[in-house]
């Protein structure tokens, strides 16, 4: 079946215009994750949406950075007034439902490269 | 609290020869260990999971994995590289259930001819 995917691959932008990051998780994974990727490091958690519960936020790093889910689909990550240090790959995981030993598996996106000039 | 520490940056062995990736983890639970790979340009993509089932994990590709409580280890082997194992990989740990996992600092694997 279709993975996740994320939209648009790749995204140039100007420092100070807003971006949004599209993800379409894998059908009927009811919970989803947002991850940045820095060039040569891990991936930094940012935020995870749980089926109608209130979203953990803990990984936005600041107040420009805020996620919407349309129930258990499509999310989207805006970036808004983009600075530099923003450049980096933003990675979508999903995961399914709790059946035993999958719960935490996530499967990842292909994720979005964005370039802040 | 939990993170996990990749103790090599870089690691390069010859096709054919050993491939032994190490990580170390500390977690206040008993954690789930993962080992992801990332190829240049594609996605993460799952090797291998733990999960308390079995210390002895084979993943993907011919890859496996050992965990060590007493070492609070979890290194990946493979017994003969191959040139497409040449990828980042990253050593994840999670507090279990649907929580955010967390992401070791990767390890580049360079497979010589």
């Known amino acids: 079946g279709a993975g996740v995917s994320q939209s648009p691959s790749n995204k140039v932008t100007e420092k100070g215009k807003d971006v949004e990051l599209r993800c379409d998780p894998i059908?009927?994974?009811?919970?989803l994750y947002w991850y940045r990727q820095r060039l040569g490091q891990g991936l930094e958690f940012l935020i995870y949406?749980?089926?109608?519960?209130?979203?953990?936020k803990s990984g936005l790093p600041s107040d420009r950075f805020s996620a919407e889910r349309t129930g258990e689909s499509v999310s989207t990550l805006t970036i808004q007034r983009t600075q530099q240090e923003d450049s980096a790959v933003y990675l979508c995981?999903?995961?399914?439902?709790?059946?035993?030993?999958?719960?935490?598996?996530?499967?990842f996106g292909p994720g979005t490269r964005l370039t802040v000039l | 609290a939990q993170s996990v520490t990749q103790l090599d940056s870089h690691v390069s062995v010859s096709e054919g020869t050993p491939v032994l990736l190490r990580c170390n983890y500390s977690?206040?639970?008993?954690?789930?260990l993962f080992w992801y790979v990332q190829h240049p340009n594609k996605g993460l993509q799952l090797l291998l999971k733990?999960?308390?089932?079995?210390?002895l994990v084979k993943g993907i590709n011919g890859f496996e994995a050992e965990f060590k409580k007493s070492e609070t280890s979890f290194h990946l082997t493979k017994p003969s590289a191959h040139m497409s194992d040449a990828a980042e990989y990253f050593c994840?740990?999670?507090?279990?259930?649907?929580?955010?996992?967390?992401f070791g600092s990767g390890t580049r694997l360079q497979v010589q001819p």
């Open positions: 949406f749980q089926g109608n519960s209130a979203p953990d």
């Open positions: 977690s206040s639970y008993s954690p789930s």
């Open positions: 733990y999960t308390s089932a079995a210390t």
């Open positions: 995981a999903s995961s399914p439902p709790p059946l035993a030993g999958l719960t935490d598996t996530q499967y």
């Open positions: 059908s009927g994974h009811t919970a």
């Open positions: 994840v740990v999670s507090m279990g259930g649907r929580r955010a996992l967390t």
